[in-house]
């Protein structure tokens, strides 16, 4: 059994010391700073690649590792680094206060469109968690304003590669907001609407409410569910597991095609396992 032995360095460095013997005897020695990153989604994906290769050593001790590293292993773990140096950014914001009125998105973000926007429209009824997030039972600030304050402080969780016509930020622990630069096109709204009546066992997003947002942009709220995302753990999956993931969303699109009008509600069975 491998045995740990773990110090604190001189008061005030930040380091943590641990140095750990393993069966064949050889110590390995570490330091992580105070701020510990063995959360983040970058040190998340490092640890399901090297389950993968110690898997892989085990069955063939001679195997050759770059053959067995995800494809395009090194974007992939750039691309998390980045969320997570976004997502520190947030806290950090969070913790010294509000942003400056006068702050300045990215050169490609349209939040810098919806700078002067004084109207705000509610186009389908927001739910009681959109409207509490928002405070709208308060009176001391008119919706646009409770809105503007909102986009400033929420953290992307995704927005296009080229481009400024859309966003979505993480609104609260449990809503998604999607910016969209088209005031007219309601059509995703609608057809998650369309989704809860009449598919209401299919796992997609619930709307929590539609905002105009001026004269050219919408403001679609809708139910976020939290966690780990499939792109992150699947090169980790084994292939009963990968199966699994496909067959249920087999039954999911199955069920959304073979779906007709006429036959009204419509229930999504997922098939025994």
Known sequence: MATLIRRRSRQGTGFDIQKRIDRAGIMEVRTTTAHSVQDSEAAQFNRLVLKKLRKAVDVDPEVN??????????????DRKKKSSLQDESRLLKQVGPEDPDHDFPADDVRNKLKGISSAVVIFPLADCTQSILHTDSLDLPLVDRIHSLI????????????????????????????IRDMNDTT?????????????????????????????HSLLFM???????????????????????????????????????????????????
């Open 65 to 78: 590792l770059i053959s067995k590293l995800p494809s395009n292993y090194s974007s992939r773990l750039a």
């Open 152 to 179: 400033k402080q929420s953290p992307v969780m995704w927005k296009p590669q080229i481009g400024c016509h859309k966003i979505v930020l993480a609104a609260g622990p449990s809503i998604a907001l999607k910016v």
């Open 188 to 216: 995703e709204y609608t057809m998650l609407q369309y989704l809860e009546k009449h598919l209401p066992d299919v796992p997609a997003p619930r709307f929590l409410g539609l905002v105009a947002f001026g004269d050219r």
């Open 223 to 273: 139910s976020l569910m939290p966690g780990t995302t499939l792109e992150a753990v699947w090169s980790s999956l084994d292939q009963s597991l990968k199966r699994s993931v496909q067959e249920q969303l087999n039954d999911v699109f199955t069920s959304l095609r073979s779906f007709r009008p006429t036959e009204g509600k419509h229930s999504f069975r997922r098939r025994s396992r």
